[in-house]
């Protein structure tokens, strides 16, 4: 059975990085990709990589902060934060899709990301 665990949130101040990981524990996936929600609103995407070419996409408010890459090791993904802000505050998840598949049909259990002002 597949899982993805994901792993590095924390609390840092306004400013300050953290580094997430996404550990996978099958075979690569085609498309990973990074979500967060906060209480009370929807989820929103992040950002996204193919895992075959390296494309990536981000939303506009994380662009020039915010890298994801594959980690190879782990068949997985991180998503290297900087410059990070309040407003990052949020649960942090990663996601996965088959070629076969046109929605994220794999999900992690989510991490804690408090940004302190």
């Known amino acids: 059975q597949v899982q993805l665990v994901e792993s590095g949130g924390g609390l840092v101040q306004a400013g300050g990085s953290l580094r997430l990981s996404c550990a996978n524990s099958g075979r690569p996936f085609s498309m990973y990709g990074w979500f967060r929600q906060t209480t009370g609103k929807d989820r929103e995407f992040v950002a996204g990589i193919s895992w075959s070419s390296g494309s990536t996409n981000y939303r506009n408010s994380v662009k020039g902060r915010f890298t994801i890459s594959r980690d190879n090791a782990k068949n997985g993904v991180w998503l290297q934060m900087d410059s990070l802000k309040p407003e990052d505050t949020s649960i942090y998840y990663c996601?996965?899709?088959?070629?076969?598949?046109?929605?994220?049909?794999?999900w992690g259990q989510g991490t804690q990301v408090t940004v302190s002002s």
């Open positions: 996601a996965a899709r088959s070629d076969s598949s046109s929605t994220f049909d794999y």
